[in-house]
């Protein structure tokens, strides 16, 4: 594997400057409470943007409001550099989306279905055909959509996003519910969309691990708020900051005193020699406060993405 | 152009559902009732054909309950479960995604509504039409093709309003249940009052309160004309829903 500065200057020349997707000051409230604060995301055209983070942590709820389908009461949105609120119909012709659970009618076959938003998107009849082949569906002859699995479904609906052949793909959780090999499958689908069709994705998760081997930028997002944004080498690079983890007997006054990080319980202190891990020790021990734990801080990637998770909670 | 592809492919949504199996059985309820009469009494069918009106005393007949019971309900019903397509498949967000103007989405509906209540008005007439001549038996009467399509087609402006107030109610309603709470607990109503002068506040009672009218057994003196009263309320309950539709904070129709 290439060092994470290396893949920084070898992977990010071919994204282009202009974002697929930009937002800036997003907020949106339901029932007075906050869902969305401030979020200002950007989605380069041509990368697959891996949009990060817990269960109601606001992934579903900024994708609606980038489609529109939630009326924006805070913030701007710009996709493909057009305006939702002014070219809605000519930007959602050139987005395919799939949002939430797959959308699809239940009674209908797979066939059926397309045919269904064939005639939405006044796309060609050959179309049909095409993704049927692109996600491995055609076979599925009289079989109704109700009838299939939950990684069939996710499929179909992969399907209909991709009938009218848009620039820009917008999937909520596309793996939810598949097992490995279904993961596997959509990972490849939409690594070969993004690398021989060039298309640009967002796809949400609350699972890094299901994401990280696809994704060239992150967004990762808690309680409504971005708490990073950009490629996923940047990610990588904090994951090789090497450093300690201090437990204290006041890990605020610990805090201010190192002008470190602090993690649930945990100081994080950057440490690049014994030296510099003693010093910090001592620096706590001289203000008082005791030393629980003293460990190497050896954070794996979804330690990052926890960290960031928690951080402020 | 991009109107009829909705169009069509909001037709292709009911492929398989309960809509079409609602409309022939509901459609034939009536006429099915009215064959075993006719064939039950045939000395009164006999003589019926020989006083040579034949066909208007059978529709005038058969129109009692159809009117005031069976087409209001089949209406509430099968709007109903045409609007609930998307709810139940949860498809309003992907149907909002998609290229298709706000109005093109409500009209495309609407006019699968209306093909719909067609449908109810074709099959209950072709029941008709069979319950009335097979018991006729070698004799015939002239069938009064124009007369009986004037009086389908009133009874068809009659039940526009319900179509529009079923369609705002689906809309507006996730469960299933509420639209069609709500339109039965109208017809109820219109039930309880359609001999009074009130009846022009309850839709649901119109296509009742225009029968009783035709036939005599209502005065309409008291109310405006039932035909003009129907196409108003149908256009205000079309223009109510869009507005609501149109103004609906979430795209994904989530109540």
New interface residues.
Partial sequence: MLAPDLLIRRVLPRFSSVDAIETKGLTHRFSGETAVRDVALRVPAGAIYGFLGPNGAGKTTTL?LV?????LQHGEVTVLGRSPARER??I??R?G?????P??????TAR?NL???R????CPVRRIAEVLRIVGLAGTGAK?ARQFSMGMKQRLAIA?ALLHEPELLVLDEPTNGLDPHGILEVRDLLLGLNREHGITIVVSSHVLSEVERLVTHVGIISRGELRFQGPLPELLLRQARPGVAIRTSDDRRGQMLLGCELTGSRLLVPSRSPAETAEAVRRLVMAGLDVHEVVAESRDLERVFLDLVEAGS | MTLLRAFRAERLKLRRSYTASAIVAGGLFVPAIMLAVRLHQNEKTAAMIRAGNYWMEHWKESWESISILILPLLTILVTTLIVQIEHRNNTWKQLHASPLSLPVIYLAKLAVLLVALAEIFVVISAGLFLAGWIPMRGGWNPFPAAELLLWNARFFLDMLPVVGIQYLLALTFRNFLAPMGAGVAGWILGLVVINSRYVIAVPYAYAGVDYLIRIGHRSGASLPDVGMLSAATFLLSVAAGFSMYALARDRGMAQ
């Fill in positions: 609606r489609l529109g389908l939630l009326r119909l000519d959602l012709r987005v989306s799939s949002i939430e659970s959308s699809l009618y239940g009674d209908l059926e045919e269904v938003w005639l939405s998107f006044g109704r209909v």
